[in-house]
């Protein structure tokens, strides 16, 4: 054992800067590279590594001290015969250690090789890889870091499954996936319950499987240990859910350890911030002053700090008037409300009213019914639609774009997807149809169909709900003369699509009947100017009204 003394290394241009955080106490074992303290100078603050393993005997500074290049922080008794820093007079003392050391280990390897059973060992491990072995079944990936709840399980410990046997279903935000087995085999045990929220890679059971594992399903045994502890533990997701039901407790909670420098801290305070509610972005969760800047400008921009001004609707008892029921609301319809509601509130909504003369358009459909019925395909108006919008979305790409939190720019896209609002009994869902500008008539028709039975089944992946530029909400089928959707942002505009109607229009000096669709298209005002508005919405009338321009 030794001591060594560990010094602040090379600051470059700084010359004093300040101890801003300790990160180790006396008596504590450090490993190579473990940060010891933090120093902070005008323009950043860094972390300072151990430059071996030891344990802490002494800690020379204290936080606020000023240090330089050179100056001692604390010591480490260091394990060892002396390791990197022993002296040059002490190296010759340990060479015959050394060498008898190694004299061990070549005399330990001569009689492991001079042993014939070790070699035979190999030979058994295929015969064990033949009999059942256990192996832990995880959650494939979802598309997304999200952490997803379960809404439902379908088998038991004890019970025998086959490959593809649904295991769980899990629910997104608008969604419902069921998870199958990549095995078959027997349940030894279950490591998740309804309620638990999971995400790629969780383990989800054990099972007994019939089969070795394939390569892909091997895995070091300390990682499907630690995976299979992840379920039963579950701290996380415990938190997450205490923080959103107790939000005002969790805004205040001084328990939570907060990683930030006296200078950060100062400018918390002048600007009124509360530092547990600001996420760091610094080394290990840091708070720096940026973080402090971005969430002050995100409250700003963010309609949501005011709400807290706004009165809730009181609750009434109406069992006073007569009969009532209280019936829970899906999770789903939750969601969408919570959204809505977003949406309505940060996006300065401007709606433009159109009709769009379809009497041609509807003319063509209908002659194409017989080659739909060859192709059994349901030829609606919507492909129609989604093919005017994207070739507008081509034409003011202005419409293609989502605002930057900051407001400093927008992302221009140049891709065309387009969300299709569908309603489902569980509530509204938004299935995507990707790069509707490269595709045909039929193709869309085709997609379509399929994206809206999936919805209607609750089997849409998440990767089909994300990525759109625009969408359209039609209800046709329902009737109305028009309505205002509501903007689904990120996205900075929304087409709302009402029934046909039958028209007198002043045509050749004479009215004649014709086709008339109410259109409505609402846009975020500070992506989106009032001329644009009005551009977009003729344009898309001159579209639907002569379905050639869609050649063009």
């Given at each position: 054992m030794?001591?060594e003394?560990?010094?602040?290394?090379?600051l470059g241009?700084?010359?004093?800067?300040e101890v801003?955080?300790?990160l180790?106490?006396?008596g504590?074992?450090?490993?190579e590279n473990d940060?010891?303290?933090?120093?902070e100078?005008d323009k950043a603050a860094?972390?300072?590594p151990a430059p071996?393993?030891g344990?802490?005997?002494?800690i020379s500074?204290n936080l606020?001290d000023?240090?330089s290049?050179?100056?001692e922080m604390l010591?480490?008794?260091?394990?060892?015969?002396?390791?990197?820093?022993?002296t040059?007079a002490?190296e010759p003392?340990e060479?015959p250690?050394?060498?008898?050391?190694?004299?061990?280990?070549?005399?330990?390897?001569?009689?492991?090789a001079?042993?014939?059973?070790k070699?035979?060992?190999?030979a058994a491990e295929p015969a064990?890889?033949?009999?059942p072995?256990?192996?832990?079944?995880?959650?494939?990936?979802?598309?997304?870091?999200?952490?997803?709840?379960i809404i439902?399980?379908?088998i038991?410990e004890?019970?025998t499954i086959?490959?593809?046997?649904?295991?769980?279903?899990?629910?997104?935000?608008?969604?419902?996936m069921d998870?199958p087995s990549?095995?078959?085999?027997?349940?030894e045990s279950?490591?998740?319950k309804?309620?638990?929220?999971?995400?790629?890679?969780?383990?989800?059971a054990?099972?007994?499987?019939?089969a070795p594992?394939t390569?892909e399903e091997?895995?070091?045994?300390?990682?499907?240990?630690a995976?299979?502890?992840?379920p039963e533990?579950k701290?996380?997701p415990?938190r997450e859910?205490?923080?959103?039901?107790q939000?005002?407790?969790?805004?205040?909670?001084?328990t939570?350890?907060?990683y930030a420098?006296?200078?950060?801290?100062?400018l918390?305070r002048?600007?009124g911030?509360?530092l547990?509610?600001?996420?760091?972005?610094?080394?290990?969760?840091?708070?720096?002053?940026?973080?402090?800047q971005a969430?002050v400008?995100?409250r700003?921009?963010?309609?949501a700090?005011?709400?807290?001004?706004?009165?809730?609707?009181?609750?009434?008892d109406?069992?006073k008037?007569?009969?009532v029921?209280q019936?829970q609301r899906?999770?789903l319809h939750k969601?969408?409300?919570?959204?809505?509601?977003?949406?309505?509130n940060?996006?300065?909504?401007?709606?433009q009213?159109?009709e769009a003369?379809?009497?041609?358009?509807?003319?063509f459909?209908?002659?194409?019914k017989?080659?739909?019925e060859q192709r059994?395909?349901?030829?609606?108006?919507?492909?129609?639609?989604?093919?005017a919008c994207?070739k507008a979305?081509?034409?003011y790409p202005?419409?293609n774009?989502?605002?930057?939190s900051?407001?400093?720019?927008?992302?221009q896209?140049?891709?065309?997807h387009?969300?299709?609002?569908?309603a489902?009994?569980?509530g509204?869902?938004?299935p995507?149809i990707?790069?509707?500008?490269?595709?045909?008539i039929w193709?869309l028709?085709?997609e379509?169909i399929?994206?809206?039975?999936?919805?209607?089944n609750?089997?849409l992946t998440?990767?089909?709900m994300q990525?759109?530029?625009?969408t359209?909400?039609s209800?046709?089928?329902?009737?109305g003369?028009?309505?205002i959707?509501?903007v689904?942002?990120?996205?900075?505009?929304i087409?709302g699509?009402?029934?046909t109607d039958?028209?007198?229009v002043y045509i050749?000096?004479e009215?004649?009947?014709r086709?008339?669709?109410?259109?409505t298209?609402?846009?975020?005002?500070?992506?989106?100017n009032?001329?644009?508005?009005g551009?977009?919405a003729?344009?898309?009338?001159?579209?639907?009204?002569d379905?050639?321009?869609?050649?063009?």
């Amino acid at each position: 054992m030794s001591i060594e003394n560990i010094k602040v290394p090379d600051l470059g241009d700084a010359s004093e800067v300040e101890v801003i955080e300790l990160l180790v106490s006396v008596g504590q074992s450090v490993e190579e590279n473990d940060s010891l303290l933090v120093l902070e100078s005008d323009k950043a603050a860094m972390e300072i590594p151990a430059p071996m393993a030891g344990v802490v005997k002494s800690i020379s500074v204290n936080l606020g001290d000023q240090v330089s290049t050179g100056s001692e922080m604390l010591s480490l008794e260091v394990a060892g015969d002396g390791g990197t820093d022993s002296t040059p007079a002490e190296e010759p003392a340990e060479e015959p250690a050394q060498k008898k050391e190694a004299e061990e280990s070549e005399t330990t390897e001569k009689k492991s090789a001079d042993k014939p059973v070790k070699a035979e060992e190999p030979a058994a491990e295929p015969a064990a890889a033949s009999s059942p072995s256990s192996q832990t079944i995880e959650v494939p990936d979802l598309g997304t870091d999200d952490e997803i709840e379960i809404i439902e399980i379908h088998i038991k410990e004890k019970d025998t499954i086959a490959v593809d046997d649904v295991l769980i279903t899990l629910e997104s935000d608008k969604a419902a996936m069921d998870v199958p087995s990549p095995h078959a085999g027997v349940i030894e045990s279950l490591l998740v319950k309804v309620g638990d929220k999971v995400k790629t890679g969780s383990a989800i059971a054990k099972v007994l499987a019939d089969a070795p594992a394939t390569k892909e399903e091997a895995k070091p045994a300390a990682q499907k240990a630690a995976t299979a502890e992840e379920p039963e533990s579950k701290p996380e997701p415990e938190r997450e859910s205490e923080a959103a039901a107790q939000p005002a407790a969790a805004s205040t909670d001084s328990t939570k350890k907060v990683y930030a420098g006296p200078a950060v801290r100062k400018l918390a305070r002048e600007l009124g911030v509360d530092l547990t509610q600001v996420t760091g972005s610094g080394a290990k969760s840091r708070i720096i002053k940026e973080d402090v800047q971005a969430f002050v400008k995100s409250r700003i921009n963010s309609p949501a700090g005011q709400s807290a001004a706004v009165a809730a609707v009181p609750d009434i008892d109406f069992s006073k008037f007569g009969e009532v029921e209280q019936v829970q609301r899906s999770k789903l319809h939750k969601l969408t409300s919570v959204n809505m509601q977003r949406n309505w509130n940060s996006v300065p909504h401007v709606a433009q009213f159109n009709e769009a003369d379809v009497t041609d358009l509807e003319e063509f459909r209908a002659e194409l019914k017989g080659e739909a019925e060859q192709r059994d395909v349901k030829l609606t108006f919507l492909p129609f639609l989604l093919k005017a919008c994207a070739k507008a979305l081509t034409e003011y790409p202005q419409f293609n774009v989502s605002l930057h939190s900051s407001g400093e720019y927008v992302i221009q896209k140049k891709y065309v997807h387009i969300g299709m609002a569908v309603a489902t009994e569980a509530g509204l869902v938004v299935p995507v149809i990707r790069n509707v500008d490269q595709k045909t008539i039929w193709q869309l028709a085709e997609e379509v169909i399929e994206l809206s039975n999936k919805a209607k089944n609750r089997k849409l992946t998440t990767d089909e709900m994300q990525g759109a530029c625009f969408t359209i909400s039609s209800l046709g089928a329902i009737g109305g003369t028009g309505f205002i959707p509501i903007v689904n942002a990120p996205e900075v505009a929304i087409l709302g699509v009402g029934k046909t109607d039958i028209k007198p229009v002043y045509i050749g000096g004479e009215f004649v009947p014709r086709k008339i669709l109410p259109i409505t298209l609402s846009y975020d005002h500070k992506a989106v100017n009032g001329v644009d508005g009005g551009l977009f919405a003729t344009y898309l009338g001159k579209l639907l009204g002569d379905v050639r321009h869609l050649a063009l």
